[in-house]
């Protein structure tokens, strides 16, 4: 081969591995911003639904057996931002393996955070079954049975909210 030969074949190959370079930076550039299309939407109602069946399913004597069904939940009508109304009701196996539907209901807050992170979340009322197991933001031990009163009470505000669907 003649020299000028290589010289074209060396030039040439440099071409090549040059634009082979220029090519994987411009495909790959990891600084460039992510479009707003790439980026996850946020939906905090369903956020809730999520922690709401964290805490009923924590409740549970089976929580593995554990499905929900019918739940609904809503950012609250009457209150400040970031405050959830989530019920519905819940199958599971009771201690001697029966299968039992218990209705539950929730009032979640928001407090900061990421909204998929459970740690994000105040528990501010939370019935399960007709026992109360947090109200006014504190746990209540012992748990307590609610009265008629209160269930019905419950029950207007899930209509309410069942008619917004």
């Not at 460039?32 to 964290?54: H, M, R």
């Not at 929730?106 to 007709?130: A, V």
């Amino acid at each position: 081969m003649s020299k000028q030969k290589i010289i074209y074949l060396i030039v040439g190959i440099l071409i090549v591995v040059v634009l082979a370079i220029i090519h994987v930076v411009i495909t790959n550039n990891t600084n460039e911003a992510p479009s707003i299309v790439s980026l996850p939407e946020v939906n905090k109602t369903q956020d809730a639904e999520q922690v709401a069946k964290k805490i009923v399913t924590s409740y549970l004597v089976s929580p593995g057996s554990a499905q929900f069904s019918s739940i609904i939940s809503h950012e609250k009508l009457i209150s400040e931002p970031d405050f959830f109304v989530v019920f519905g009701d819940v199958d599971s196996q009771n201690a001697l393996g029966g299968l039992l539907r218990s209705h539950f209901f929730l009032e979640l807050r928001l407090t900061g955070g990421s909204s998929k992170d459970l740690t994000s979340w105040q528990i501010e009322m939370f019935d399960l079954g007709g026992t109360n197991f947090f109200s006014d933001g504190k746990e209540t031990n012992p748990p307590l049975e609610l009265n008629q009163q209160v269930l019905d009470t419950t029950e207007k505000i899930e209509d309410l909210y069942r008619s917004l669907e």
